[in-house]
């Protein structure tokens, strides 16, 4: 296995073009659904998008596997850009939830292996 530098940043408080110099050099862009997710358009191809949605009712669905979501909105960004796509639902809490309460989330989501 290789080593992973991770790196957190909120794309908001960047200039734009700080923004695009981040994704453009990303190999894997873990985001949050948003705003932010367009960014992937500058990931070089062939890379991994891996998009975190609420576990919500609603007009998008989120299919468990990689590349099975090539018409939801962030699913079109990944297949014109030529990336790996996966989207997780995570669930939905209103409070930050107990440590024993994360362990079994984190159990239950489904990664499988990057392509």
């Given at each position: 296995?290789?080593?992973?530098d991770?790196q957190?940043?909120?794309p908001?408080l960047?200039?734009v073009?700080e ?5 453009s050099?990303a ?14 358009a500058?990931l ?6 891996l ?6 009712d ?25 990336l790996?796509?996966?989207?997780v639902m ?11 309460r ?9 990664q499988?292996?990057?392509?």
């Amino acid at each position: 296995l290789q080593q992973a530098d991770v790196q957190e940043f909120r794309p908001e408080l960047l200039p734009v073009m700080e923004q695009v110099r981040r994704a453009s050099v990303a190999d894997v862009f873990a985001v949050v659904t948003g705003q932010a997710v367009g960014l992937a358009a500058f990931l070089p191809r062939g890379r991994v998008l891996l998009e975190l949605t609420p576990a919500l009712d609603g007009p998008y669905p989120c299919h468990r596997g990689w590349d099975l979501n090539p018409t939801s909105e962030v699913g079109q960004i990944a297949r014109l850009a030529e990336l790996h796509h996966r989207c997780v639902m995570v669930p939905y809490v209103t409070r930050a939830p107990s440590a024993q309460r994360r362990r079994r989330s984190a159990a239950r989501v489904d990664q499988g292996p990057i392509p």
